[in-house]
């Protein structure tokens, strides 16, 4: 298929974009990622509010329910994220939980452990995304909006001396 084919457009938009998990035929959760956070989305049922979720954040695990249930989502993890920056909110009627990764730069395969993972076309989509995070972020005179890499895209984490936590320092 040819790179720049309406199909490969499409199919390279859906691997960057949201990922659903899907238990059942229903899709559980959507989750996406940038260079330093992992984004949760989902939908509640009708009339909840903040005040109905008992939401815990742990570096290695989540727990999300209705008070007075038992959890809808308590799992781990695939890597650790960061307590201090990482909160949820209601937001355009989905539960939005955003998770500040510990490991800047690190591509997740999944939001949560045994959720199933990124195939491998979406992977390497995800890679080139935070590859251009990372080149936006530490050269941010420049436009990589049209940018694109021939081949498979290095790990945004470990590429040249690695991620930089702030790339001001680079100056």
């Known amino acids: 298929m040819n790179e720049d084919s309406p199909e490969m457009k499409k199919l390279t938009e859906k691997a960057r974009g949201r990922q659903q998990f899907k238990y059942d035929g229903q899709v559980v959760y959507e989750w996406e990622q940038t260079i330093d956070e992992v984004h949760l989305y989902i939908k509640p ?56 990764k510990v490991h800047k730069g690190e591509t997740w395969a999944a939001a949560l452990k045994g959720h199933g993972q990124l195939d491998m076309f979406s992977e390497q989509e995800v890679n080139k995304k ?42």
């Open 45 to 100: 049922p009708p009339g909840a509010t903040k005040h109905h979720f008992d939401i815990a954040i742990q570096p290695r695990h989540l727990r999300v329910g209705l008070k007075g249930n038992p959890p809808f989502l308590n799992e781990e993890f695939v890597s650790l994220v960061q307590l201090s920056s990482s909160f949820w909110m209601i937001e355009d009627g989905e539960l939005h939980i955003q998770l500040q």
């Open 130 to 171: 935070l590859m251009l995070e990372r080149f936006q972020e530490e050269h941010p005179g420049f436009d990589f909006s049209g940018a694109t890499f021939s081949g498979q895209a290095p790990s945004a984490r470990t590429f040249m001396g690695g991620v930089h936590h702030d790339p001001q320092s680079l100056r």
